[in-house]
DNA sequence: GGTACTCACCTTAGCTGC
DNA sequence: GACCGCAGCTAAGGTGAG
């Protein structure tokens, strides 16, 4: 049964929600993202796009190719309430939804076509509920799987050339029938798990479209890019994609790390910053329900050298003194003079918590008693999450974390896109 | 020279138990 | 006891997406 899958991305997201209180600037280069210089660049005006200016690039670039821009520091948290009106539309069609970002999602209306009409219907439907409703503009692309649905609506986007932006047509269908005359002619980096490594391998068998990646016969692939991606990669270059749209995707791994805005170089300083974001994971493990036995420390030099250090533990923990307890001897291992910018934590492999008491728990090192048990740190960090959630989450945090300008606490997003200039 | 954050998935290699 | 094949787990790194 020929399915019809729709593709929705809100055009220039973060910069159009910030227009909206911000209307004096509408028609002008500006830029939502880092604002020091470690920062980067998470949203670009279609004006601002004109200067070559595109999202993930560095602020310091973007300055440098467009000064006279308008650069925003962004607000993760209205992004998300905004996404969640903007979801509310998409409920309004069909409740097949599988996000992929606050700003994009796949909707299977195969079920729905009956009541508003085809494909290209709804998707006229929806970008004009989300425009009425949140003065919001979106592409949509409409076909018969997720891969082609997500090309279609990259089709449908404006288009910023340096003489001026033109607008899009909103909405683009691939019909059954039409996808390889779609598909075929498109640079093969259009592919969704084409990046820069992969396309580099390719252009070495002189793949350049997606229909030259057609040609080439699976084994060729497969040896090239490995064989789950090979396989994978001819299926898509055939325009073969059998992947539902999932509503409930499960999450696998949580975690959190932070760029410094300058280098640290001694144990203690990188410690203090353990402690903050094992807390921040700690809170989402236990907002979350579960537990991991998983935890991966993450470290990246002042050079950009980057390494991963994990460590599996028995039973499943979701307190920050576990997880830091079970970090503290990878970090220990590293050495941090040539300069540390980054530092991650992050949890896998979920399992129910079973933090209890221990004999490791009743003894510190130098064999004298320890002050608190597991159970009690477990009992005290749930206590941390009723103050949070009654008076915000910087209403408590680890002593460690306490700076003189206060209490420095991890939030998801918060630092989304890099340091401040002077946060420290 | 500059390069964020979060998450998912893959590959390779080593180890362990059967 | 040594070795093999296999499965399962873990660790580390890489790639890609948005």
């Not at 994009?104 to 709804?122: C, H, K, N, Q």
């Not at 090239?224 to 325009?239: F, I, P």
């Not at 910053?273 to 537990?291: K, S, Y």
């Amino acid at each position: 049964m020929t399915r019809t899958i729709l593709h929705v991305d809100m055009d220039a997201f973060y910069v159009s929600v910030e227009l909206r209180r911000r209307p004096d600037l509408v028609g002008q280069p500006v830029v939502v993202g880092g604002t020091g210089s470690r920062g980067v660049i998470a949203a670009a005006s279609y004006e601002a796009r004109r200067f070559g200016v595109f999202s993930a690039m560095p602020s310091a670039t973007a300055r440098r190719l467009c000064p006279h821009a308008v650069f925003l520091p962004g607000d993760h948290d209205l992004y998300g309430s905004v996404s969640a009106e903007v979801h509310e539309v998409f409920h309004s069609v069909t409740p097949f939804i599988e996000p992929l970002a606050l700003d994009e999602a796949f909707l299977d209306v195969t079920g729905s076509v009956r009541l508003f009409g085809d494909g290209v219907a709804i998707a006229h439907r929806v970008r004009d509920l989300v425009w009425d409703r949140l003065q919001l503009r979106c592409s949509v692309g409409v076909a018969p799987n997720k891969f082609l649905a997500k090309l279609a609506s990259k089709a449908a986007k404006p288009v910023a050339r340096p003489d001026g932006v033109s607008p899009g047509p909103g909405v683009v269908e691939v019909r059954p029938g039409e996808e390889l005359a779609f598909l075929h002619p498109l640079p093969v980096k259009a592919l969704w798990g084409v990046g820069p490594a992969t396309l580099e391998r390719l252009t070495r068998f002189g793949v350049t479209t997606v229909g030259d990646l057609a040609q080439l016969d699976e084994a060729t692939l497969v040896a090239a890019v490995g064989s789950a991606h090979g396989r994978h990669l001819h299926q898509l270059s055939w325009a073969i994609d059998d992947r539902p749209v999932e509503v409930d995707r499960e999450t696998k791994s949580i975690g959190h790390e932070e760029t410094f805005a300058t280098d640290r170089h001694t144990h203690d300083e990188l410690h203090r910053e353990l402690v903050r974001l094992a807390d921040a994971v700690a809170a989402r493990l236990r907002a979350h329900g579960t537990g991991a036995r998983t935890f991966q420390l993450k470290v990246r030099f002042a050079g950009f050298h980057t390494i991963t250090r994990a460590v599996t533990v028995p039973a499943a923990l979701q307190t920050a003194h576990g997880i830091v307890q079970a970090l503290e001897p990878l970090l220990q291992a590293v050495d941090p003079s040539p300069g540390v910018r980054l530092l991650g934590v992050s949890a896998s492999n979920f399992a129910e918590s079973a933090e209890q008491l221990s004999m490791d728990d009743l003894l510190t090192g130098d064999g004298g008693v320890a002050s608190a048990t597991a159970g009690e740190w477990q009992a005290a960090e749930e206590t941390m999450d009723a103050i949070r959630s009654r008076f915000g989450r910087s209403a408590i945090g680890p002593a460690s974390a306490v700076t003189r300008d206060g209490l420095r606490v991890v939030r998801k997003g918060g630092q989304q896109w890099g340091p401040d200039e002077h946060p420290e």
